[in-house]
Every structure is written in structure tokens, then in C-alpha cells.
């Protein structure tokens, strides 16, 4: 018997294989209690965030379905997380892709797509300010994603409104969050841009127990609370646009919390100082969130609730001015 055989090896075929089963990590030092908060690290997935398990489930089930043959080019709109996973698995699986993404979102974000083989159209905004886009500066991009579906016909993901989405995380990060905890889930708290997350995870986790539900806000954009717009502009970059997401579902959303800008920094820098954990704002306001939560008294003392690390800090470092147009 050759030495192969006799040792069983840990090597993963691809960059696949390293999407999902992340770990749930307490943050007992940011928050010691009463209660505790296990956090989702998303970030430590192969493209930088959670946006890899969508990414792949539903390029996957296009193949399946035969919306998607070998080689044949991708298209979608995105924030940049999407984009980023998007390349990621269609870097691997041989698929020409093509983004377009509001330059009010990070240029990081485009370098990490272009780097793995991506073509990145950045399209100029409309409303917001480099570093805050609204639902205006985002159906600027899509009016250019849909052009490019027509010149094209390459395969359009349609992340806010492909029901795949949502599998994604009824499949893997509900399930995982479930095992990874030991079964024990009072509160889930997670911001909401597409609600692929949000959904996904809240459906599976109130099919195993009763799960205190809680969506996350910027304040000033709380479409979800039924409240007027009144700041369209926030830095929770990917979340909240102003207008309640395709897939969302109010049967699953026990209520929302809103976190301000500035409370949003604030938890993002405690995650970093207090956890070495370096994270995006998005992050640090389901922390804050969660914070909240438990203080509130609608859950026992000694509940866990769990958030989510949706993706690294490295997205968001400041770039020049000159650099951002």
C-alpha cells in the first residue's frame, strides 16, 4: 500500500472547498454578560465575507438547471461583497465575470474582484458620497448591469431577488450556527441588505427552537420599521437602501433594532481592540445590536444570541480622494 493511501491528507481541491463551516467565536471580552454573544466569522471565508455560500449555492444550482453551461460569462450588480465571492467561484469554475458597482462603494472592493479575474464596471453615483450609496446610486448600477444583459446575454445572478439566495443559508449558516452552538440559540441579530441571510438563517432556526428573531438598521434608513427615510446616506455599505428587500419576509422578524453611524465605529473598533477581530461597520452594528438586545430584557438573563462578522475591515480602509473617483 503506498504511503497516499495509508495517511489520509487534509488538501482541498479548490478555493470551493474554503466557503462556509466558518467559526462561531464568543466575544466575552467586548461583552462579559449577563448573557453572551457568539459571533459568525464570515470575514475568514475565501472571498472576505458571507457573500461566498451565496455565491456559489446559486452559481451552482444555475449549472444545475441549466441556466449556467461550462464557460459561458456571469453578470451582476453589487455592493461589492457579492462581486468579490462571485469571482471567487467563477475564477475557479471557468466563467467570465462581469460586475458593475456604484463608486460610492469601496474601491478596495473592485481591486479584489479584478484581481481574481473579475471585470469591474464602476458606475458613477447619482446621490451619495463615496463611502455611502443610496438606492439611487444602486439602480444606477443596475440600469448598467441590465444594459450588459441585453448586449451580452450573459447569465444575470440577480443576488436581491433569486430565491437561491436564501437557500444558501438555510442550508449551511442556519445548520452550522445550530451544531456550532450545541443547540443552543435565543436571539439571532444581522443586519439586512438582499435578507439573503437574515431569511435564511431565521427560517432555520425558528424550525429548531423558539429563536427571538431581530433585524438590524442604520438609523435614518428603517425601511423594515416602517419608518420615512429620512438618512438614505449611512455607512452600513450593502445594507439598508431604503426600501424593503424582494426577499424578505416579516413572518420571520420578531422586531429591528437601529444603530446609529456613530455606534456603528464605535463596536466596530471595540471588535478590533477588544477581540482582534478587524471587521466591517455592518459587523460592528450587529454587535452593537446584539448588545442591545441583550440589555433589553426581552430574553432570559442568561441568553446566547448570535450575529454575524459579515465581512473584513480590509474593504474599507480610506483610499485618496483622488484614487476614490
Not at 456559489?56 to 453551461?69: C, D, T, V, Y
Not at 440600469?143 to 447569465?155: D, P, R, V
Not at 437557500?167 to 452550522?176: D, Q, R, S
Not at 461597520?281 to 442568561?302: E, H, W
Request: aromatic share 6%; net charge negative.
Amino acid at each position: 500500500m503506498s504511503r497516499t493511501n495509508e495517511i489520509p491528507n487534509e488538501i482541498k481541491s479548490s478555493a470551493l472547498e474554503l466557503i462556509g463551516d466558518t467559526p462561531l467565536v464568543a466575544l466575552d471580552r467586548l461583552y462579559p454578560g449577563p448573557g453572551r454573544i457568539l459571533a459568525k466569522c464570515e470575514f475568514m471565508n475565501p472571498g472576505g465575507s458571507i457573500k461566498c455560500r451565496s455565491s456559489l449555492h446559486m452559481i451552482q444550482k444555475a449549472r444545475e438547471r441549466g441556466e449556467l453551461n461550462p464557460g459561458e460569462p456571469v453578470l451582476e450588480v453589487t455592493s461589492g461583497n457579492q462581486g468579490c465571492g462571485l469571482a471567487v467561484v467563477c475564477s475557479v469554475l471557468g466563467h467570465p465575470l462581469t460586475l458593475t458597482m456604484s463608486k460610492g462603494n469601496s474601491l478596495q472592493r473592485a481591486i479584489h474582484m479584478e484581481a481574481l479575474g473579475a471585470k469591474c464596471i464602476r458606475v458613477p453615483q447619482v446621490e451619495g458620497t463615496y463611502g455611502n450609496v443610496t438606492n439611487a446610486d444602486v439602480m444606477q448600477a443596475l440600469e448598467k448591469g441590465e444594459a450588459l444583459e441585453k448586449e451580452t446575454g450573459a447569465f444575470f445572478v440577480k443576488q436581491f431577488c433569486n430565491p437561491d439566495n436564501i437557500e444558501a443559508h438555510y442550508k449551511t449558516t442556519g445548520p452550522e450556527i445550530w451544531r456550532q452552538s450545541g443547540h443552543k440559540v435565543d436571539g439571532f441579530v444581522a443586519a439586512v441588505g438582499t435578507a439573503g441571510t437574515f431569511v435564511g438563517v431565521s427560517k432555520f432556526l425558528k424550525e429548531q427552537t423558539s429563536v427571538y428573531c431581530v433585524s438590524v438598521e442604520p438609523e435614518g434608513s428603517e425601511p423594515l420599521k416602517g419608518c420615512p427615510i429620512a438618512k438614505p446616506q449611512h455607512l452600513l455599505q450593502g445594507s439598508s437602501y431604503g426600501v424593503i428587500p424582494d426577499l424578505f419576509d416579516f413572518n420571520l422578524m420578531d422586531e429591528t433594532i437601529s444603530v446609529t453611524d456613530e455606534e456603528a465605529e464605535e463596536y466596530r473598533d471595540l471588535i478590533g481592540r477588544k477581540e482582534g477581530l478587524y471587521v466591517g461597520y455592518t459587523s460592528g452594528a450587529n454587535v452593537c445590536a446584539a448588545v442591545k438586545l441583550l440589555k433589553s430584557g426581552k430574553l432570559p438573563k442568561d441568553a446566547w444570541v448570535v450575529t454575524i462578522l459579515f465581512d473584513t475591515g480590509l474593504k474599507y480602509t480610506p483610499v485618496p480622494e483622488d484614487l476614490a473617483k
